[in-house]
């Protein structure tokens, strides 16, 4: 066959792509673009409702009776399962494809939620709060999402896509703490609840759109030559001294977060101020978190992301330091969340970033499950030890000193990170 046959028989007898091949040359251009903002939808339905949750715990201390250890340690449990949930959906995703996985968890989220405003126990608070709310944001929660967006980006665009996916998340807290505050004003908390827990259903359509598991890299990504199995790929990463690191640093985040996210309505009422500042400093937190994870997604990708990392966690701890020594007015509450916010979750895009950067994307939403497991162990503790703390001293000080030697403490950990690509020098076949 000559050279022109060849050609034609592929392209047209112009030389050019066919009409059938260019509708599928845009949509490859484009699906990545739809994989991110489905992917944003879903952290925005993640994050937005669970971090409006202790919006309620005021009133439902009032309300039933309970302690705030109580509540702290139903948050913590939620925390927990979160974490442990993570790896697993991470697992599940990677061998059965994402958008199974999403459904699955979206379901297990809107029934904690519900059941949740009905608890009459604090057996079933801790069941419905903790577990089934837990499980369910861990299977829809970063890990998963995140994966699928790193495999359909490049390399070159990978940090700044995940940068936006996790702004996307504070766009939902941004959003959902006022509206929460409003709803639980006028329906109360019983009523909130069940119409939060409609809202997150909302995961299950875009989930559609998040297809995929571990063996369906993007054309548009570089191919992946790690290891071609989940267990060889954890054993390399546990013998990696970097992933343990992470796993240290990912614990003072996750400490940091569950402390403010849960305790700062108390800490508003406790400090005499009406409770719409709790509401609107879990907002400015969103919508300065928007800021910071998109400027450590773009940066990112431009400087060593584990200097970044340590700059985030230092300033987090002077921040802190900065607070306790401050009145407690509504403007220091503000700019406190303002602050916080944005370095929130800007730790989220670096951390992922590194992860996919050292070891590949391949087995990325199983390993950043790992790390997100110690994540939310540190989750646990802060949101248990605030509640107990408040319960045995009055006050949350305790918490707030401890959350300064953390923050240092994994200033620290993060520089001697070796994050180089495991498989730098490998190519494709």
Same mark, same amino acid.
């Given at each position: 066959?000559?050279?022109?046959?060849?050609?034609?028989?592929?392209?047209?007898?112009?030389?050019?792509?066919?009409p059938?091949?260019?509708?599928?040359?845009?949509?490859?251009?484009?699906?990545?673009?739809?994989?991110?903002?489905?992917?944003?939808?879903?952290?925005?339905?993640?994050?937005?409702?669970?971090?409006?949750?202790?919006?309620?715990?005021?009133?439902m201390?009032?309300?039933?009776?309970?302690?705030?250890?109580?509540?702290?340690?139903?948050?913590?449990?939620?925390?927990?399962?979160?974490?442990?949930?993570?790896?697993?959906?991470?697992?599940?995703?990677?061998r059965?494809?994402?958008?199974?996985?999403?459904?699955?968890?979206?379901?297990?989220?809107?029934?904690?939620?519900?059941?949740?405003?009905?608890?009459?126990?604090?057996?079933?608070?801790?069941l419905?709060?903790?577990?089934?709310?837990?499980?369910?944001?861990?299977?829809?929660?970063?890990?998963?999402?995140?994966?699928?967006?790193?495999?359909?980006?490049?390399?070159?665009?990978?940090?700044? @896509?995940?940068?936006?996916?996790?702004?996307?998340?504070?766009?939902?807290?941004?959003?959902?703490?006022?509206?929460?505050?409003?709803?639980?004003?006028?329906?109360?908390?019983?009523?909130?609840?069940?119409?939060?827990?409609?809202?997150?259903?909302?995961?299950i359509?875009?989930?559609? =759109?998040?297809?995929?598991?571990?063996?369906?890299?993007?054309?548009n990504?570089?191919?992946?030559?790690g290891?071609?199995?989940?267990? @060889?790929?954890f054993?390399? =990463?546990?013998?990696?001294?970097?992933?343990?690191?992470?796993?240290?640093?990912?614990?003072?985040?996750?400490?940091?977060?569950?402390?403010i996210?849960t305790?700062?309505?108390?800490?508003t009422?406790?400090?005499?101020?009406?409770?719409?500042?709790?509401?609107?400093?879990l907002?400015l937190?969103?919508?300065?978190?928007?800021?910071?994870?998109?400027? =450590?997604?773009?940066?990112?990708?431009?400087?060593?992301?584990?200097?970044?990392?340590?700059?985030?966690?230092?300033?987090r701890?002077?921040?802190i330091?900065?607070?306790?020594?401050?009145?407690?007015?509504?403007?220091?509450?503000?700019?406190?969340?303002?602050?916080?916010?944005?370095?929130?979750?800007?730790?989220?895009?670096?951390?992922?970033?590194?992860? @996919?950067?050292?070891?590949?994307?391949?087995?990325?939403?199983?390993?950043?499950?790992?790390?997100?497991?110690?994540?939310?162990?540190?989750?646990?503790?802060? @949101?248990?030890?605030?509640?107990?703390?408040?319960?045995?001293?009055?006050?949350?000080?305790?918490?707030?000193?401890?959350?300064?030697?953390?923050?240092?403490?994994?200033?620290l950990?993060?520089?001697?990170?070796?994050?180089?690509?495991?498989?730098?020098?490998?190519?494709?076949?």
């Open positions: 066959m000559r050279p022109t046959e060849n050609a034609g028989s592929s392209t047209g007898t112009s030389g050019t792509a066919s059938t091949q260019q509708t599928l040359l845009r949509a490859t251009k484009w699906f990545p673009w739809l994989v991110l903002l489905c992917g944003c939808l879903v952290l925005s339905l993640n994050l937005g409702v669970r971090q409006s949750l202790g919006l309620f715990i005021p009133d201390l009032n309300d039933t009776g309970w302690t705030a250890t109580t509540f702290g340690l139903a948050f913590a449990i939620q925390n927990l399962m979160w974490g442990v949930s993570a790896p697993i959906a991470g697992a599940l995703a990677d059965f494809g994402t958008t199974r996985t999403l459904i699955g968890g979206a379901v297990l989220y809107a029934a904690g939620l519900y059941l949740m405003g009905t608890s009459t126990s604090p057996g079933e608070l801790h419905t709060a903790g577990f089934l709310i837990g499980t369910g944001v861990g299977a829809t929660s970063f890990p998963v999402v995140l994966a699928a967006i790193s495999r359909v980006f490049s390399p070159a665009r990978r940090s700044f @896509a995940l940068g936006l996916a996790s702004a996307g998340g504070s766009v939902g807290q941004f959003v959902m703490a006022p509206t929460s505050q409003a709803l639980n004003s006028s329906l109360g908390y019983v009523a909130t609840l069940a119409i939060l827990a409609m809202i997150s259903m909302l995961i359509p875009a989930a559609f =759109a998040l297809t995929g598991k571990a063996e369906a890299n993007s054309p990504a570089t191919p992946d030559m290891p071609q199995g989940l267990l @060889a790929a054993h390399e =990463a546990r013998k990696h001294r970097g992933f343990i690191l992470l796993n240290a640093g990912f614990f003072v985040c996750g400490f940091h977060i569950a402390v996210a305790h700062l309505p108390t800490f009422e406790l400090c005499g101020l009406p409770r719409s500042v709790a509401a609107e400093g907002a937190i969103g919508l300065f978190n928007i800021v910071g994870t998109l400027t =450590a997604g773009w940066a990112g990708g431009k400087w060593r992301k584990k200097f970044g990392l340590s700059f985030i966690y230092g300033t701890a002077l921040v330091v900065l607070f306790i020594f401050a009145p407690k007015t509504s403007e220091t509450i503000l700019l406190f969340s303002a602050s916080m916010g944005a370095l929130w979750l800007s730790t989220v895009p670096l951390t992922s970033g590194l992860i @996919a950067q050292v070891f590949g994307p391949r087995y990325m939403a199983t390993l950043f499950g790992i790390v997100m497991l110690s994540h939310q162990i540190g989750a646990f503790f802060g @949101a248990w030890m605030g509640g107990l703390v408040y319960d045995l001293t009055g006050n949350f000080d305790a918490v707030w000193w401890a959350s300064v030697a953390l923050g240092v403490f994994a200033a950990v993060h520089l001697p990170i070796d994050d180089r690509e495991l498989r730098g020098a490998a190519k494709p076949a």
